[in-house]
């Protein structure tokens, strides 16, 4: 997934890959391939890249997924859009 959200804070703070890379200790391809969605960074580079960027993990790398319903150990998880039409039968 393309981290949209920390291209954003960057050019909000005026900071190129670079100087970004060279504050958080990675190279500037780190950062292109984080931005891109190419690489997923560790939570330490996570934690660096916020503080750098004074965003928090959740402003810059949360993903939103649709929630997911177990209906049982093994079973498969059953989208949100399919609760309601289990619920009406049973």
Request: proline share 6%; hydrophobic share 35%; glycine share 4%.
């Amino acid at each position: 997934m393309k981290s949209l959200m920390m291209k954003s804070a960057r050019a909000v703070k005026d900071c190129s890959q670079q100087q970004l890379a060279d504050l958080v200790g990675v190279s500037r391809q780190t950062i292109n391939a984080i931005e891109r969605g190419d690489y997923n960074p560790s939570v330490n580079l996570c934690r660096a890249i916020c503080k750098a960027l004074e965003r928090t993990l959740d402003e810059l790398f949360w993903e939103e997924r649709p929630l997911l319903r177990l209906t049982a150990c093994n079973a498969r998880p059953t989208p949100p859009h399919e609760w309601v039409k289990k619920e009406a039968k049973g």
